[in-house]
């Protein structure tokens, strides 16, 4: 038992509360490639082609720049066992998709895809998104042709750029999992 009121297995911790915020940065000398700062940790990470803007489009590559809050971790049970997060959790199915198409009514949304249609897949051969966590970006509203699909995912073993996303290792993903919740803001400057 712990002391005080509380055994001690209802205590909480700061490290178990989730972060207020998180920021994301780019690398000096180096638009693709940047800093996650969450609370003392500070984790590397690859950025859009386009670096960071204010000003993005369908396309061009950039990591938007702004505040935004996850949404949900989109993840591969049949690879991984299911993480420890604050974060809605779903399992990543074969037809599950992601809406690119400014003209479709599903423009930056997730949608479901059989075979041979359109979208971009979020069940991937490669790892990069084994684990995806869903932000914010262009959804209140939805504006067609400012950009889709930004997520927070793996990156490639290289830390080559993405396509808009921010990537990073897959422990550096795991621990940052176990600390944001639905109220972290990210900050991505």
Known sequence: ???????????????????????????????????????????????GRGGIKSNKFEGDGATPRGVFHPIKLWWRADR????????????ISNTDAWSEDPSDRHYNMPIQRTGGQAGDRLKREDNLYDY???ID???K???????????????????SPTAGCVGMTKSAMLR???????STRIVIV
Do not use: C, K
Request: aromatic share 6%; hydrophobic share 40%.
């Open 1 to 47: 038992m712990g002391s005080g009121l509380f055994p001690r297995t209802y205590r909480t911790t700061l490290r178990d509360r989730p972060l207020s915020a998180i920021r994301i940065h780019a690398a000096g000398g180096n638009p693709n490639r940047g800093w996650l700062v969450a609370g003392t940790q500070v984790i590397p990470v690859a950025l």
């Open 80 to 91: 991984h066992p299911r993480p420890r997060t604050l974060l809605p959790v779903r399992a």
């Open 132 to 134: 995806i966590i869903e």
């Open 137 to 139: 970006y262009n959804t």
């Open 141 to 159: 509203p939805r504006i067609a042709g400012r950009g889709s699909a930004v997520f927070l995912h793996l990156a490639r073993d290289n830390f």
């Open 176 to 182: 940052l999992l176990s600390r944001i919740g639905p």
